[in-house]
């Protein structure tokens, strides 16, 4: 790992040492910054993120997190004494920092695999109602007429769309949450 206080990250995100520091950092585990600015946290952060072409996660309990959080991929909010403004501020909020780990490994995992199925079933959804568009407009010769009334459309997308998303938001767990804390490489795949 690499710790580096506030002073010294001043002279390193000057354009003549970044990208010293970014080789740096590549080779490194975990980079802890201690007693940086606002600013220099976000600049930080943008950094890694556009240079390193890397998915960035900023944590932050207080208000002078709020840069960071809003300029990372996805920001994480502790609810802390320091207010709520890095809670407001994030994608996700937990109460305790011991919180992130479950965070992580677990919803994280949980709502990967959730979102990519449910675009596959979006997709596969409208494949199936556009299919049938289409082959009955070989039926009425290209007419234009419409082979549904708009209430049995709308009461279409209303079930299709709502229902399954929230069942399957609500049970599908792919892998239970005690694997996922002991197995963290599942979160890798």
Not at 2 to 18: N, Y
Not at 36 to 51: C, D, E, F, G
Not at 85 to 109: E, N, T, Y
Not at 151 to 164: A, G
Request: charged share 15%; glycine share 6%; aromatic share 12%.
């Amino acid at each position: 790992g690499l710790v580096i206080d506030g002073r010294t990250l001043e002279h390193v995100l000057h354009d003549s040492l970044q990208n010293i520091f970014l080789e740096l950092t590549e080779k490194c585990r975990a980079v802890v910054c201690c007693r940086a600015t606002p600013l220099q946290k976000s600049v930080l952060v943008r950094l890694v993120r556009n240079k390193l072409k890397a998915m960035t996660l900023a944590v932050g309990d207080g208000a002078n997190d709020v840069s960071m959080i809003q300029v990372a991929d996805t920001g994480v909010g502790i609810l802390g004494q320091e207010g709520m403004q890095a809670v407001m501020a994030s994608d996700f909020a937990i109460s305790q920092f011991r919180h992130l780990r479950k965070l992580l490994l677990v919803h994280g995992h949980w709502c990967y695999t959730r979102l990519t199925n449910m675009v596959l079933y979006f997709f596969y959804k409208n494949v199936a109602y556009v299919n049938l568009l289409f082959w009955y407009q070989f039926f009425c010769g290209f007419s234009g007429t419409s082979m549904t009334d708009y209430w049995i459309l709308i009461l279409f997308n209303l079930l299709f769309t709502s229902m399954p998303p929230i069942i399957y938001g609500v049970l599908d767990k792919d892998v239970s949450a005690e694997i996922l804390m002991q197995l963290p490489q599942l979160y890798m795949m």
